[in-house]
T-cell receptor, first 113, second 110 residues
Framework: DTAVSQTPKYLVTQMGNDKSIKCEQN?????MYWYKQDSKKFLKIMFS???????INETVPNRFSPKSPDKAHLNLHINSLELGDSAVYFC????????????FGNGTRLTVT | RKEVEQDPGPFNVPEGATVAFNCTYS??????FFWYRQDCRKEPKLLMS???SGNEDGRFTAQLNRASQYISLLIRDSKLSDSATYLC???????????FGAGTRLFVKA
């Protein structure tokens, strides 16, 4: 029973294309996140939603647009993909309180050629 | 200064060794602290939360020093399976934003 699942696991696409990554959690958590892990393995928060409301929007190009249709789902759409977007994107969820740990999906490895 | 800083390593230790990692954080108002473990090409997984009084989980001991703004992780009797990257994680302000350190790589060798 996967707690946080994201699809696809691998995504290879060309520059200029538009792509989406989907994430779903069945933990009943109120808060969901998108993190980006680049080639240097540094994990950086991109967005966070709490009960479908955007609460964190870090300095991310507006080509990236998150959407949360309900609190169990958080999708990420990326327009006009660039080479620098190549990374692993992790979805995560938490109960929402500051001392609640994050539960991660198994990541989407995006390669832009 | 980075919000969360860790020694990147790598630490190369033999099986059975004791190894310690330190992590410093810049925001003195930070509320909560965690250690995560990430295996190669996998997602980060919670190893343990770090409590003010320090806490232990089997071979793992975590400590928090608020005055010096650092947390530590001690691994005793290292196993081959402990080889991974250990991520120091801090919630700096009590909200939803959680900051990850760059990670410390550990290799345990037979």
């Amino acid at each position: 029973d996967t707690a946080v699942s994201q699809t696809p696991k691998y995504l290879v696409t060309q520059m200029g294309n538009d792509k989406s990554i989907k994430c779903e959690q069945n933990l009943g958590h109120d808060t969901m996140y998108w993190y980006k892990q680049d080639s240097k393995k540094f994990l950086k928060i991109m967005f966070s939603y709490n009960n479908k409301e955007l609460i964190i929007n870090e300095t991310v190009p507006n080509r990236f647009s998150p959407k949360s249709p309900d609190k169990a789902h958080l999708n990420l759409h990326i327009n006009s993909l660039e080479l620098g977007d190549s990374a692993v994107y992790f979805c995560a969820s938490s109960q929402g309180q500051y001392n609640s740990p994050l539960h991660f999906g198994n990541g989407t490895r995006l390669t832009v050629t | 200064r980075k919000e969360v800083e860790q020694d990147p390593g790598p630490f190369n230790v033999p099986e059975g060794a004791t190894v310690a990692f330190n992590c410093t954080y810049s925001n003195s108002a930070s509320q909560s602290f965690f250690w995560y473990r990430q295996d190669c090409r996998k997602e980060p997984k919670l190893l343990m939360s770090v409590y003010s009084s320090g806490n232990e989980d089997g071979r793992f001991t975590a400590q928090l020093n608020r005055a010096s703004q650092y947390i530590s992780l001690l691994i005793r009797d290292s196993k081959l399976s402990d080889s991974a990257t250990y991520l120091c994680v801090v919630n700096p302000g009590g909200g939803f934003k959680t900051i990850f350190g760059a990670g410390t790589r550990l290799f345990v060798k037979a």
